[in-house]
């Protein structure tokens, strides 16, 4: 069983930066889908940035690219989503999530594990 533990959320204004974490339990860290995904009021949950832990690229969502970049540190099996140029549309909770057995790393259904969200909220 992974836990996921998600911190670093607050309020700023447009423009500002924040950095989210997700902290997974002891787990085979390295073969896992790791994603970070946001849920606005009334709206669907979408994937921001998903990756592979093992390494490789990341799969950004168009609305945050060139602004939000996610890393990992593996000896803390932590994985984190430094947001820049936040606008008042990023504004939602976002998640961590893991799965095993990822096949599009999109769809929030194919992850397994979920953090408990963090609220992030952009003013004008």
């Known amino acids: 069983q992974v836990q996921l533990v998600e911190s670093g959320g607050g309020s700023v204004q447009a423009g500002e930066s924040l950095r989210l974490s997700c902290a997974a339990s002891?787990?085979?860290?390295?073969?896992?889908?790791m994603g970070w995904f946001r849920q606005a009021p009334g709206k669907e949950r979408e994937g921001v940035a998903m990756?592979?832990?093992?390494?490789?690229?990341?799969a950004y969502a168009d609305s945050v690219k060139g602004r939000f970049t996610a890393s990992q540190d593996n000896t803390k099996k932590t994985v984190y989503l430094m947001m820049n140029s936040l606008k008042p549309e990023d504004t939602a909770t976002y998640y961590c999530?893991?799965?095993?057995?990822?096949?599009?790393?999109?769809?929030?259904?194919?992850?397994?594990?979920w953090g408990q969200g963090t609220q992030v909220s952009v003013s004008p």
């Open positions: 999530a893991a799965g095993r057995y990822v096949a599009d790393l999109t769809l929030p259904r194919e992850y397994e594990y």
């Open positions: 990756f592979f832990s093992r390494g490789g690229d990341t």
């Open positions: 002891e787990f085979p860290y390295n073969t896992l889908c």
